[in-house]
């Protein structure tokens, strides 16, 4: 064994005791360790001869456990898989937002009357009373404006954007 390996064997009991301050979970001390020996031996022909062993060492240790946190932080929390449960996570929410643009889009495509009704009754909780009294209308104009309003975005949010005729008797 080289004096250069020497050197970096003796500084283990170092090593460890700084990795126990830094990190405190034992498991993940003899990782640090290990790592940070390994990347000095495979890097031994970097150090420069008469400069600190100890702190070259320190300073691998350091950058080794800042990449780790940050890696950490990137990956976010890891579960176990035994202690997984369905409501660690959540459904996509990439399809409700595009379904949101979709129906902005169609209200903006139906007449102003309906739109204003539809709007007053869906999105502000208004009853049909109190939007009859907004809108300045009968309520029973109100009721046929949101139906007609409802199954306009229904067509066009749905891709069916023909009109539906009824057969009145």
Request: glycine letters at 6%; charged letters at 30%; aromatic letters at 4%.
């Amino acid at each position: 064994m080289s004096d250069k390996a020497s050197a970096v064997i003796e500084e283990l009991p170092r090593l460890r005791r700084y990795a126990i301050a830094l990190l405190g979970d034992r498991g993940r001390v003899d990782d640090l360790v290990q790592d940070t020996v390994e990347r000095a031996l495979s890097r031994l022909h970097l150090w420069k001869s008469g400069t600190n062993m100890r702190s070259w060492l320190f300073t691998i240790m350091h950058n080794l456990h800042v990449n780790n946190l940050r890696r950490d932080r990137a990956m976010g929390d890891a579960v176990p898989l035994e202690d997984w449960h369905p409501a660690l996570s959540r459904p996509a929410e990439q399809h409700d937002a595009v379904r949101m643009v979709e129906v902005a889009d169609a209200l903006a495509t139906i007449p102003l009357e309906q739109r204003e009704v539809v709007l007053l009754i869906a999105l502000e909780g208004l009853s049909y009373r109190e939007a009859a009294e907004v809108t300045g209308v009968p309520m029973g104009t109100v009721m046929s404006r949101l139906a007609r309003g409802r199954e306009a975005l229904r067509r066009i949010t749905d891709g069916t954007d023909s009109p539906v005729f009824r057969r009145v008797k």
